[in-house]
């Protein structure tokens, strides 16, 4: 068996069947498809029967204990040479598997990774989301693949590792957010190869709304702290930048009370972004909702940033994440 497709699904049947359907278009076929439910309440068990006929598809229900421990879950049932991780809610082009091929063929890598797209059939807000986390202007590109401001770390929405290599580093942490970076830091420490496979990208629809959108930026702040606390060399300048504009934003919004001028550098940022999304996305709507979306990305993950800073930091707190209980609402 050359691949084993791990998909950990949490109440998401919908996306579990696009998946599938996507996978079961595969021009490549040597490949298995591990399915783990994570104590989800709305199962996709006859989803995935729908597909049993078509792929080699092994479906498993365990406990709820987040995204990591499940994809360890399924690994250990794995079969396959090159273990792939997929976030459910993504949707693999046809030749998804092939570019991975391909590139292992050329030149092979313990741990590869791949950037994402959207669907035409995603929503304006979702489109808009997608341009956030991948443009030059908002992420510095590093998930978008190119023009990247500091390495590459594969992500765990589309991240492949050959199996000896995951089995060495133990698989995932417990970290319920940054736990595949911290597992793409584990693979840089350990001298693995690790490469960015820009061929074998995904369309990825991550949330479905900007308030969503908020907490899972956030989260992602709060864990680059986290992870800083744990490896204090992985914490680069470009992961200072969300901060840094948090900070000058509300410096900027605070100084309007002095000054109308100051809120210039804002409306220029927004103007920016406003053009490129635009012109990338071939739609004023998609602009104009790319500038809501940008300065959440941006400030979402700021305060969760300076808030694990100051509990962690400061403080001297443990581990911690926002909206435990509600953070799929």
Not at 70 to 89: K, P, Q
Request: glycine share 8%; hydrophobic share 40%.
């Amino acid at each position: 068996m050359r691949y084993s497709i791990i998909i950990p699904v949490y109440n998401r049947p919908d996306e579990v069947d696009e998946l599938l359907n996507s996978l079961s278009k595969q021009d490549f076929k040597d490949f298995e498809v591990i399915v783990v439910e994570d104590g989800s309440t709305i199962t996709c068990n006859t989803v995935v029967e729908k597909y049993q006929k078509v792929e080699d598809i092994h479906y498993y229900f365990k406990p709820n204990s987040g995204p990591g421990q499940t994809r360890n879950y399924g690994a250990e049932r794995s079969r396959g040479e090159y273990l792939i991780i997929l976030d459910s809610d993504c949707i693999l082009p046809e030749g998804y598997l092939t570019a991975i091929e391909k590139e292992l063929r050329t030149m092979p890598a313990d741990a590869f990774g791949g950037p994402d797209r959207a669907h035409e059939s995603f929503t304006d807000i979702q489109k808009a989301i997608n341009y956030s986390m991948t443009s030059f202007f908002t992420t510095g590109g590093i998930r978008g693949g190119k023009k990247k401001m500091d390495k590459f770390y594969p992500r765990s929405f589309n991240m492949g590792v050959r199996r000896e290599a995951y089995q060495a580093l133990g698989g995932f942490s417990n970290m319920r957010f940054g736990e595949d970076i911290d597992f793409s830091i584990r693979i840089f420490k350990n001298g693995y190869v690790c490469r960015l496979f820009p061929q074998a990208w995904v369309y990825h629809k991550r949330r479905t709304d900007l308030k969503k959108f908020f907490k899972q930026v956030h989260n992602s702040g709060i864990a680059r702290i986290n992870l800083y606390k744990k490896y204090p060399d992985s914490l680069k300048p470009v992961h200072l930048l969300p901060g840094i504009f948090t900070m000058g934003v509300i410096i900027l919004l605070l100084g309007m009370l002095f000054c109308p001028y100051s809120l210039i550098p804002i409306a220029l940022y927004a103007l920016l972004v406003f053009a490129d999304s635009s012109l990338h996305n071939k739609s004023l709507r998609i602009g104009i909702y790319s500038i809501a979306a940008s300065f959440i990305q941006l400030v979402g993950y700021g305060t969760g940033f300076w808030r694990a800073w100051w509990k962690r930091c400061i403080l001297g707190k443990d581990e911690f994440e926002a909206f435990k209980s509600n953070f799929y609402k």
